[in-house]
C-alpha cells in the first residue's frame, strides 16, 4: 500500500503530521498510522496570555484546529468523496488576521449571541445599557465579546480528543450583570463528529446566549458559493426581522415562503427572494432540549454532508453576505459573499426584550448547559 505524509495546512508549524493512506478506494481511507489525540503549538501573545493552537486528530485522520484566542475553530478538515482532505471551516493559517477583527471567524461567541436591540434591556425592573457595536443594537456580545479574549486551556487525550476552554467573565463586563464562569468543551469523535458543550453558571441573574460562529464551505473552497450546496433545516417557523435584523416578535410559518427548508433545498433556489440573504433565526421543531438533529447540509462537488445535531431552540442561518474579500482563507482562498455559511445554534436573537420568546436568564444556582454537533460524512 502506498502512503503519502499529510501536513496539516491550519498547523504547519505544529506538530500534525499524519501518515494517510493515499489508495481511494472508502475500506482503505485513512487506515494507516493515524496518532489519534490532541497535541498543541504557540502561537503568539494576546493580553499578555499565550495563544496555542490545539490540534485535534480522530482515528480517521479528521483534523480540527482550535485557538485559544477567542476559542476559534481554525479548521475542520475532512476527506472527500476521493479521499482529498480539505478544511470545511473557514480560517486562518496564523494567529495575525484573526486579530483584524475577521467576522467572527470560528469563534466562540457570548455572553448573548446574536442582537440586543437598541443596546439595552430590562431585568428584574433595572435597565443595562450595552455597547451599540451594530448600529444602534449589541451584536455577539459587545466590543470585546468572548470571541476576543484568551481564554484558559486544558487538554485531554482520552478515548476521543478533547479540549476545554474556560473564561470569567466578570460583572459588568460590556454592561452585563454577575460573574458569569464559562467553560466550553470541544471533541472530535471518531464519526467525524466536532462536539461543543457548553455550560455556564452565574452569580446574578443575566441574560446567556452562546452559540460558536463557524463558517462552512463544504466543497472545502471558499471559491464555490455555497448558493450551490443543499439544506434542509427542520423548522417550521422563523423569526422575521426589521432592517437592523432585530426580530419584530412575530414567529411566522415558513410554509410558502423561501425560509422553508423543511425538505432539502438547494440555497440559491430562492435566494433572490430574500432581501439581503439569508441573516435568520428558525423556529426548530422540538418538543424539548433533547440533543436532535435539527439541520443537515450537502454538497455534490465533494460528496459531504454535515449534519447538526442541538439542544437549543434555534438556529441563526446567516449566508455570509456581508463577507467583503477583506480576508483570505486556507490555501489563499478569496472570501466573499456566500464563500461560506453559518449555522449558529442557539436562543433567539433579542430575546431579553421578547417576553414571548424563550427566556434567555440564567440564575444564580442554575446551570446553563447546551450541545451542538456538527457532523461531517461523505455520501
Ligand atoms: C451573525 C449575524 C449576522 C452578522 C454575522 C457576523 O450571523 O446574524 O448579521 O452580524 O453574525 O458578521
Redesign the pocket.
Known sequence: MKFVKFMLAASALAVATLTVACNNSPENKNTAAIKAGITRSNWGTVDGKTVYLYTLVNDKGDTVTITNYGGAITSFVTPDKNGKFSSVIIGFDSLAPYLHHP??FGAL?GRY???IGDAKFTLDGKVYNLAAN?GKNT??GGMKGFDKVVWDASILNDTVPSLTLKYLSKDGEEGFPGNLNVTVQYILTNDGGLKIEYSAETDKPTPVNLTN?SYFNLSGNTSNTILDETLMINANSYTPVDNT?IPTGEIKSVKGTPFDFTTPKKIGKDFADVKGGY???FVLNRKDSTLEKVASLSDSISGRTMDVYTTQPGL?F?T????DGRFTNHGNQRITAHSAL?M?TQHF?DSPNKPNFPSTILKPGQIYHEVTIYQVSVK
Open positions: 467576522p467572527y461567541i449571541g446574536n442582537r451594530d451584536l455577539h460562529h435584523l441573516d435568520h433565526n441563526q446567516y455570509g453576505n456581508f463577507l453559518a449558529e436573537p
